[in-house]
């Protein structure tokens, strides 16, 4: 969700702003499209059309995304789990579980106590790229991260989930993790096809949009971020689209590195542009 200070100002943006400002404020309440319509001085229908196309996501998602944000943070201060719920405005304890189950990726609880209680394992591997890590829940893959030290990398994840069980991954342990681990090597080191691994994608609903869409664009080929955002309906959103490259946590399998800048050059990438050029030369060279 791009942040408000950080959108093109015009005189529709303002009012789509205005708009946004007023759902950040009561986003515990029920708000309508026409009411929200009255406020920019738009039909109920072009709200909702021109808010998707600034934003990436319909006012009702925005709703939900803010508050969303208000119950983790409540979670993070030691409030009970059922008053977060009703005081961030969702309502029922059935819907606000379904919800932070996609956005977070585990429960509501478990997310308060950093994770407690979860058990992620991971297994580090020296590639081409530098030091690999990568990690799954009981889900599927949550992270693949690259970096100079493992000790930095385990470092990053323990950061993430402070007070999950992070389990270094023998055979015994988590088999299939580390046969996806030597699968993702042999596909960077010795052009063995890309494995094929379940995914645990923890972000908001457009960035999991996103996500989604990067699945969908093959090797060897590219596609600039507002091309992106416009496959996924969001013509206006190249800069949300961006923010939610730079977001991605799993590097390689969600492919963000094939998205570059309309003007054909590198763009960002989290894990720097010589590994994105690196990965863009190999799949040239095994297209």
Known sequence: MPRLSQIKKSEKAEKL???????????????????????????????????????????????????????????????????????????????VYGEATRNIGMSPKAYRAGAQGETIHYACRHTILGQMIMAATEKGVCSVQFGDTQTALVSLLSAEFPKATLIHSQAQNKPELDAWVAALDNYLSHGAPKPEVPLDLKGTAFQNKVWKFLLSIKEGEVMSYGEVAEKIGSTKAVRAVGSACGKNRIGILIPCHRVLRSDGTLGGYRWGLERKKMLLDLEKQTD
Do not use: W
């Open 17 to 95: 702003i205005n708009v946004a400002r007023y759902i950040e404020a009561h986003a515990d309440e029920r708000l309508t499209l026409t009411q929200l319509g009255i406020i920019a001085g738009f039909s109920p229908s072009r709200l909702q059309r021109s808010f998707k196309e600034l934003f990436g996501i319909s006012p009702k998602h925005f709703q939900d995304e803010v508050r969303m944000q208000k119950f983790k943070r409540s979670l993070k201060e030691g409030e009970n789990v059922t008053d977060a719920i009703y005081s961030s405005g969702f309502g029922s304890i059935s819907r």
